[in-house]
């Protein structure tokens, strides 16, 4: 089985530039999500979509980002324009939501990322 | 959101025990403690989660306190290959009617020859 893929594995663009980032989820996994670590901190949530349908969209920085998931297989995340502080590892993951004894169990499956680096 | 705090990092010998320890002391009752890892390149892996009980599994073990408010992963007998950031992760309940996980700063652990 395949797992989540991401492409680039790097890019590098200049301030104002534009840059999409493409994510392939695991074949059949109705989740996904963006997530993203810029230097020094933390890995941070920033959306959630259930098939084409943005679920959660509350760790979006600002409306530079925008996000898409047409058909509900892969994942577009487009930064336009780029800034400095958007300079970061961007991961994709995808999980399917089981419902299980203790609860609703959604392992989720993380790609390698895309490292953006605005100059 | 519950915040977790870990070490920035921690050494290991080869072959012993690797006890990372998380803090997550705001956590709330139907809040699961999950564990990831990432090795160098790659993205995070998922290792062991748990609410309330102990839980073991073919990697990992995961010890909560009865208070819930701190949690131990022991790897039982660190090999070289463990050598990662260690993640604890609280999954929360999103306004949105959804599940999503805040990370910790994740503690980067060297496993010794």
């Known amino acids: 089985e395949a797992g989540v893929t991401q492409f680039p594995s790097h890019s590098v663009i200049e301030k104002g530039q534009t840059v999409t980032l493409r994510c392939d989820p695991i074949s059949g996994h109705d989740n996904l999500y963006w997530y993203r670590r810029v230097m020094g901190k933390e890995i941070k949530f920033l959306l959630h979509?259930?098939?084409?349908?943005?679920?959660?969209e509350s760790g979006m920085p600002n409306n530079r980002f925008l996000a898409e998931r047409t058909g509900g297989t892969y994942s577009t995340l487009k930064v336009q324009p780029a800034e400095l502080e958007d300079s970061g590892v961007y991961f994709c993951a995808s999980s399917v939501r089981l419902s299980l004894g203790q609860g609703i169990y959604d392992e989720q499956y993380f790609g390698p990322g895309t490292r953006l680096t605005v100059t | 959101d519950a915040k977790t705090t870990q070490p920035t990092s921690m050494d290991c010998a080869e072959g012993r025990a690797a006890n990372l320890p998380c803090n997550h002391s705001?956590?709330?009752?139907?809040?699961?403690v999950y564990w990831y890892r990432q090795i160098h390149s790659q993205g995070p892996q998922y290792i062991i989660h748990g609410l309330k009980n102990n839980e073991t599994n073919e990697m990992a073990s995961l010890i909560i306190t009865e208070d819930r408010k701190s949690s131990t992963l022991i790897l039982p007998h660190a090999t070289l290959r463990d050598t990662a950031v260690y993640y604890c992760i609280v999954r929360v309940w999103a306004a949105s009617g959804t599940y999503k996980y805040i990370f910790g700063t994740g503690t980067r652990l060297k496993v010794l020859a």
């Open positions: 979509f259930v098939k084409e349908s943005k679920q959660d």
């Open positions: 705001t956590i709330s009752g139907n809040e699961y």
